[in-house]
């Protein structure tokens, strides 16, 4: 009934040999097993859509009830598949590939990775189809998020390296997953790989000939970093002074910052988060430069006129042409206080030792934004603030105890240092302004 012209009944033949297979406690021969991949791996040809749905799930269900040999031999074929297969049916192969890629046991670790991993990246770096590129980026990321662990591969570390990197220049759908397999790929590189990647993005950044492409290489560090957690400490001494030099170059030209401009520093913000929550004594050399340009940018809106200066000359309002005004829409400014208020976020909630320096200088600052006039920053504002609040007030040891660092913490917290608490009593008063 797999093979009937009735659609419904072949998506119901497909459901009804999934659940007998699961069910019975009966193992299926190899020629068994043959003609049920061939059956299946044909519906993902199918004309419906339906039907071809229902194949990827019902092939997840019962991979684990194959040998190795006839894994090997279904994984491989889609891999192909996804290279040489028909373009309409091109996603329906890597879907049903990553799904198979996720229910395989841990011991078909190195089956999966010697049968998938040359394919992949003979997509990526000789195809010249961007649609074949992005769905073997696509499966790549799930192969090395799943079994990236297993070194059976690392011969391959620089190529596969070179040919993510090579993505970073092409249209925007694939760079985006080129980034997200570059961040996977970090994680499970060696030492010197990454050091290696890290220098080259750098590079790229320093080089790069517009906003695109800068805020591309960028991202792909901030990525990097989130993903390698504290390994990425190590490189702060050449991340950190370029990207806060980049910052403070987009941002001081003021009213004349593009939007490009406002995408690339809240970029390298986002990294400076993720370096705040990963490794915050590595970041504490450029503490001081960092705590400048976020009190600077918490702020920073160029568009936005005080009443004052807006009420100098009401006859000049009144003729004033309002196409001429600039619209809120346009005005993407609010992304970087945004991304500067969750770095200062981060460090008040990973970096509580510094919080005798930070509430004096972020309190009042962060109460004056309280009159945020974007709504989704004046979130990010109150969140900032309660943040600070509670490190001020809670025990230090409470605090650790809350994000279950110190067990003996639990059931103790009485007579625990609260080194700011006066002067948050002290902001009070301005609190309720």
């Avoid at 690339?264 to 340009?293: G, K, Q, T, W």
């Amino acid at each position: 009934d797999m093979d009937n012209w009735d659609k419904d009944k072949r998506f119901m033949a497909a459901s009804d040999l999934t659940q007998h297979i699961n069910t019975s406690n009966r193992p299926l021969d190899v020629n068994q097993q043959q003609r049920i991949c061939t059956a299946f791996l044909k519906q993902l040809e199918d004309q419906s859509v339906d039907v071809q749905g229902n194949a990827v799930k019902c092939l997840a269900k019962i991979v684990g009830k194959f040998q190795e040999q006839q894994i090997g031999e279904v994984i491989k074929k889609l891999s192909e598949l996804i290279l040489t297969g028909k373009p309409e049916v091109r996603d329906i192969y890597a879907t049903c590939l990553k799904g198979l890629l996720q229910e395989l046991p841990a011991n078909c670790s190195t089956l999966a990775c010697s049968n998938v991993l040359s394919f992949m990246l003979k997509g990526i770096s000789s195809v010249p189809s961007p649609e074949v590129k992005e769905e073997c980026a696509d499966v790549l990321h799930d192969l090395l998020k799943r079994f990236g662990d297993n070194k059976v591969w690392w011969c391959d570390q620089e190529s596969m390296t070179n040919a993510l990197l090579n993505l970073l220049s092409q249209k925007p759908s694939l760079r985006k997953k080129a980034s997200a397999c570059i961040g996977v790929l970090a994680a499970v590189v060696s030492d010197r790989h990454l050091d290696s990647l890290v220098q080259v993005l750098l590079r790229d950044v320093r080089t790069a000939q517009g906003q695109v492409e800068r805020q591309t290489y960028i991202q792909c560090i901030g990525i990097v970093g989130r993903s390698v957690g504290a390994r990425i400490g190590g490189h702060l001494s050449d991340i950190a002074p370029l990207f806060l030099q980049i910052c403070k170059q987009a941002t001081d030209s003021g009213e004349n910052a593009s939007d490009g401009e406002h995408e690339v520093v809240e970029n390298c913000l986002n990294a400076f988060e993720s370096f705040a929550s990963r490794c915050p004594a590595e970041i504490n050399p450029f503490m001081d430069d960092l705590l400048a340009l976020l009190l600077k940018l918490i702020a920073y809106d160029p568009n936005f006129y005080a009443d004052d200066d807006a009420n100098m000359d009401e006859e000049f309002d009144a003729e004033f042409d309002d196409d001429m005004v600039e619209s809120d829409d346009d005005d993407t400014s609010w992304k970087v206080r945004r991304a500067a208020l969750r770095v200062v976020a981060a460090l008040i909630k990973h970096v509580p030792e510094k919080m005798q320096r930070l509430f004096p200088t972020f309190a009042t600052p962060l109460i004056d934004r309280f009159r945020e006039r974007e709504e989704n920053v004046k979130l990010d504002v109150f969140l900032a603030f309660q943040d600070m609040v509670q490190v001020s007030v809670l025990p230090r040891e409470s605090l650790r105890a809350r994000d279950g660092t110190s067990e003996e913490a639990r059931g103790n917290t009485v007579g625990c240092e609260r080194p700011v608490i006066s002067s948050f009593y002290e902001q009070i008063p301005f609190c309720i302004e």
